[in-house]
C-alpha cells in the first residue's frame, strides 16, 4: 500500500505540466467526449481576413472549420455583433458547441489610446499604469473580446530594435514591477468577470536581444545573462498570474522559442510553476522550418512536445497532429495537455457558464471612449513625459505672447496613438496644435507652419513606413518653401514649438532603423530654425531612444512626448504650459550615437574600466565616441528643483537575515509643486562573478509642495543582494555593498554598508 502510494506521488511529481486548478476535472470530462480531431481543433488559433494581418498567411474557410470544432479561437475582430456571429458558429453550429475565445492585440488601450508602452514605463507610475490596463479591459470586453495580447515585457537594450517601443525598456526590476501591474490591470482578481481579459504575456523569450537590433533575428546568450536581466519581467508576469504566454520568433540556444523544450515547459513550468496554456507567435511555428529544424510535420510534433498549446495562424498542429500520432511521433498525452489547458483557459474565463459573456451590444457606446477613459489617458500620457533639457527655465510656457508651431508632427493627428493600436482610430486623437488651443485659449497667439515632410525620402515613406496605410505623405511645397514658412513664423513669434520625430510606424513590429536620428528634413528644419535665435522647444513625439546630440546642444527646452495616445495634444499642452509638472524618467538610455548600441546603465566593469575623463589608450573606450549616453537611465528633469542630502543608513555593519533602511530627505527646492522618482540602486563591488556597475532595487514617486521636504525611506534585505551564480543559484555573499539614492542611474549619492552572513 505504501508502495503503491510511493509510486503514485512519485508519478505526480514526474508529470507537473498536468496542472490541477478547480477547472481541471471539468475540463477532463469534456475531453471524454472529444474526437481527436476536436481536440487538435482546440489548439488551433485563426485570424479571419480583414483583420490585422502580421505575416504573409492569413486563415481561409473559416466558417467551415469553426462549424468542424477545428478552431479554438480567433483573434483579430471587434465588436460584439461580429464576436456573436463568430461565437455562435462554435456554439449553435460545432458538435460539442464547445465557445472560442477572442483575443486582439490590445497592447496600449483599446480604443481609447495610452501612451505606446516606452512611455507608460517613463511614468514609473504602477498605479496608473495598472489603471491604463484595466480601462483597456473593460474597452476590449465591451468589444466582445476576452483576451489580450499583452503585456509585452522584452527588456531591449537596442533602440534599432522598432519593438522597443512596445516594451518598459531595458532594466528587469522596472519591467518586473510593470508586468506584475499590466496583469492586474487586465486580469482584476477575477477572470470571469465580464470586463476582465486574459492577458498573454509575451514574448516569450528573449525577443528583445536580436542581434543587431534586426527585426526577428537570432538571439544567443548566457543564461547567467537570461536569468539575471532577460527573464525577470516574464516570471513577475507569471507570478502575478497571467493565464497566457505567447512564444517568440527567435531561437534560444539555436531552438526556436516555438519549439523549445527547456524554455516552455522545464523553465516555465517546472521552474516557474506556470499552468496557463502558451501560444505561438504568427505563423512562428512554421517559420522553424526557415530556421533549419525541419518540416511542418516534424517542427509541429516537435514543438508540442517542447509544451506549446496553441498554434497562431499557421495551422500546423491542425494538419499534423493525426499523422504524427499514427506515426508515433506525439503521443494522445501530448495532444491531451495541450487541449486541456486550453479549455482550462475557456472555464477560467467563464465561456462556458455563458459563451457569450463578454458580448452585449449595449456596452461599446457605454464604456468606450467615454470621458473618463479619455481623461485617464490624459493624465497618463502627461505622466509619461520627459523633460529632457529647460535652459533659462524656458517651460512652462506663458499663456501670453506668440508661439510659432511648427514641424510636421505639430498639426497632425495621425501618428499620435503610436504604434500597435489595430482598434484604435487617429481621428479621435487631439493633435499638438488643438491641445494647446485647448489648453492655453485665446490667451496665446499661434502661428502654424509644417516646416518639413517627416522625412523627405520617399523610397523610406511610400514603400515602408506606409505599408500599413498612410501615416506621412510627401508635400506639394518644396522642402525649402516649407522651411521659410517656418522661419517666417518664427521670426515673428516670441518662442518656437517644434514637434519632430516618428510617424507611429517608424517604430514597432518590422521597423528596425539603422539610423536613429531624426529623419534629415527635420533636422534641416530644427537647424533652421536655431538660426532665428528663437528661444526653440522641441516636442519629441517618438517610438524609441533617439540620438540626439545636436538637438540637445541647440534646442533651448526639449520635452519627450513619445506617441502619447489619443489625448496627445491635450497632454502636451498640459505639460508645457505648466498645468502638470513632467516627472517621467527615462525606462532606456539614449546613445550619443548608434556605434555605442547596446548600451545599458547596468553593464558590467570591464579590466580596464573607463574613468569618465576622455579617451585614454589601452582603456575600453572609443577612438571617436564617448562612453556616456546623452541621457542615462532614469533621468528627467522638472520644472522645480530637487535636492538630495546624503543617504542616511539605519546601520553600516549588518548580520544574515537583518534588514537596513536607507534614507534620503529630498527637498523640493524650485518654485514649482512636483514629483520626483527617487531611485535605490545597489552595487555589489566584489563577487564570485563579476557583477554590473550598479542595479535597481527600488523606486518611489514622491510629490512635493515648493520648499516642502520629504524622508524617503527603503527597506533593503538580503533579497536585494541575490544575483544569479555561475550555477544559477539565487545568491548572496557576504561583504561591502553601495547603497545608492538619486536621481537617475548616473547622479546618485551613495553609502557603503557591509553585510556578514
Ligand atoms: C505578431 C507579433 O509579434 C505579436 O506581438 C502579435 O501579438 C501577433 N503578431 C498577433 O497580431
Given amino acids: 500500500m505504501k508502495k503503491l502510494f510511493r509510486i503514485g506521488l512519485l508519478l505526480l511529481l514526474a508529470t507537473p505540466t498536468f496542472s490541477q486548478n478547480p477547472y481541471t476535472a471539468k475540463a477532463k470530462a469534456l475531453m471524454a467526449k472529444m474526437t481527436l480531431e476536436e481536440k487538435i481543433g482546440q489548439l488551433n488559433l485563426i485570424i479571419p481576413g480583414g483583420a490585422a494581418v502580421t505575416g504573409s498567411v ?38 460539442l458547441g464547445i465557445p472560442m475565445i477572442f483575443g486582439l492585440d490590445v497592447i496600449h488601450g483599446h480604443k481609447t489610446i495610452f501612451p505606446i508602452p516606452l512611455g507608460l514605463s517613463a511614468s514609473w507610475d504602477m498605479g496608473l499604469i495598472e489603471q491604463s490596463a484595466t480601462i483597456a479591459a473593460k474597452e476590449a470586453t465591451a468589444d466582445g473580446l476576452n483576451w489580450a495580447f499583452s503585456p509585452m515585457v522584452d527588456i531591449a537594450r537596442d533602440a534599432r530594435w522598432g519593438r522597443i517601443s512596445e516594451g518598459s525598456g531595458e532594466d528587469p526590476y522596472l519591467g518586473g514591477q510593470i508586468a506584475k501591474a499590466m496583469v492586474r490591470g487586465y486580469q482584476g482578481t477575477d477572470l470571469s468577470k465580464n470586463n476582465t481579459l486574459m492577458a498573454c ?55 526556436p522559442a516555438t519549439g523549445n523544450k527547456w524554455l516552455l515547459t522545464d523553465l516555465l513550468r517546472k521552474e516557474w510553476g506556470f499552468t496557463g496554456f502558451v501560444v505561438s507567435d504568427y505563423t512562428s511555428l512554421n517559420e522553424m522550418t526557415n530556421h533549419g529544424l525541419g518540416d511542418l510535420q516534424t517542427v509541429s510534433a516537435l514543438a508540442l512536445k517542447a509544451g506549446l498549446d496553441m498554434d497562431m495562424v499557421g495551422e500546423g498542429l491542425l494538419t499534423t497532429l493525426n499523422k504524427s500520432l499514427k506515426e508515433g511521433k506525439v503521443t494522445l498525452a501530448d495532444i491531451d495537455k495541450a487541449c486541456l489547458r486550453i479549455l482550462e483557459a475557456k472555464y477560467k474565463l467563464g465561456l462556458f457558464d455563458d459563451p457569450y459573456r463578454y458580448i452585449d451590444e449595449a456596452r461599446p457606446a457605454k464604456d468606450i471612449l467615454t470621458a473618463e477613459n479619455r481623461s485617464a489617458a490624459r493624465k497618463m500620457a502627461a505622466h509619461s513625459m520627459v523633460l529632457l533639457k529647460n535652459d533659462n527655465q524656458l517651460l512652462p510656457l506663458k499663456k501670453s505672447g506668440t508661439i510659432a508651431l511648427v514641424g510636421p508632427l505639430a498639426d497632425n493627428r495621425r501618428n499620435m496613438l503610436g504604434t500597435w493600436v489595430v482598434a484604435g482610430d487617429w481621428k479621435q486623437s487631439v493633435s499638438v496644435l488643438e491641445g494647446i488651443k485647448n489648453v492655453a485659449g485665446n490667451s496665446v497667439n499661434i502661428i502654424t507652419a509644417k516646416g518639413s515632410n517627416i522625412t523627405d525620402d520617399t523610397a523610406l515613406f511610400l514603400k515602408r513606413v506606409n505599408a500599413l496605410g498612410v501615416e506621412a505623405e510627401i508635400d506639394a511645397r518644396s522642402p525649402q518653401q516649407m522651411i521659410d514658412e517656418a522661419v517666417a513664423a518664427a521670426n515673428k513669434a516670441d518662442v518656437v514649438v517644434a514637434v519632430v520625430g516618428e510617424s507611429s510606424n517608424m517604430s514597432g513590429e518590422s521597423s528596425s532603423r539603422a539610423d536613429i536620428s531624426l529623419p534629415a528634413s527635420q533636422q534641416a528644419l530644427l537647424k533652421a530654425l536655431h538660426k532665428t535665435g528663437k528661444p526653440l522647444v522641441v516636442v519629441l513625439i517618438n517610438g524609441r531612444p533617439l540620438t540626439l546630440v545636436w538637438e540637445n546642444e541647440h534646442a533651448t527646452a526639449m520635452l519627450e512626448a513619445w506617441a502619447p495616445g489619443t489625448e496627445a495634444g491635450n497632454a502636451v499642452a498640459d505639460v508645457l ?81 537583518e534588514k537596513l533602511t536607507a534614507t534620503v530627505t529630498l527637498t523640493n527646492s524650485g518654485k514649482y509643486a512636483g514629483e520626483e522618482v527617487v531611485q535605490l540602486y545597489i552595487t555589489d563591488p566584489v563577487a564570485s562573478i563579476s557583477r554590473s556597475v550598479k542595479d535597481l532595487k527600488g523606486f518611489q514617486k514622491v510629490a512635493l509642495q515648493p520648499g516642502e521636504s520629504k524622508e524617503v525611506s527603503f527597506v533593503i534585505t538580503t533579497e536585494e543582494l541575490r544575483f544569479f551564480n555561475s550555477e544559477l543559484k539565487k545568491i548572496w555573499e557576504p561583504g561591502t555593498f553601495i547603497i545608492h539614492l538619486g536621481t537617475s542611474s548616473a547622479n546618485v549619492k551613495s553609502a557603503e554598508v557591509i553585510w556578514n552572513k
Fill in 58 to 95: 492569413v486563415s481561409s474557410d473559416v466558417e467551415n472549420k469553426i462549424k468542424k470544432g477545428q478552431v479554438g479561437g480567433l483573434f483579430g475582430i471587434t465588436s460584439p455583433e461580429k464576436v456573436r456571429k463568430a461565437q455562435d458558429l462554435a456554439v449553435k453550429g460545432s458538435r
Fill in 201 to 255: 504575456v509575451k514574448h516569450f523569450a528573449l525577443y528583445g536581444a536580436a542581434e543587431a537590433g534586426r527585426e526577428y533575428n537570432t538571439v544567443d546568450m548566457s543564461r547567467m545573462q537570461m536569468y539575471e536581466y532577460y527573464l525577470p519581467p516574464y516570471k513577475a508576469a507569471v507570478d502575478a498570474g497571467a493565464g497566457s504566454i505567447m512564444s517568440s520568433f527567435n531561437v534560444i540556444d539555436g531552438i
Fill in 577 to 657: 504650459f505648466g498645468n502638470y509638472n513632467p516627472s517621467g524618467k527615462l525606462s532606456a538610455t539614449f546613445p550619443r550615437s548608434v556605434g555605442q548600441i547596446p548600451i545599458y546603465y547596468n553593464h558590467k566593469n570591464t579590466g580596464r574600466p573607463f574613468d569618465g575623463t576622455g579617451f585614454a589608450k589601452f582603456k575600453s573606450n572609443y577612438l571617436d565616441e564617448s562612453n556616456d549616453p546623452l541621457y542615462p537611465f532614469g533621468y528627467g528633469l522638472s520644472y522645480t528643483k530637487f535636492d538630495y542630502s546624503p543617504v542616511k543608513l539605519s546601520k553600516t555593519t549588518l548580520q544574515g537575515e
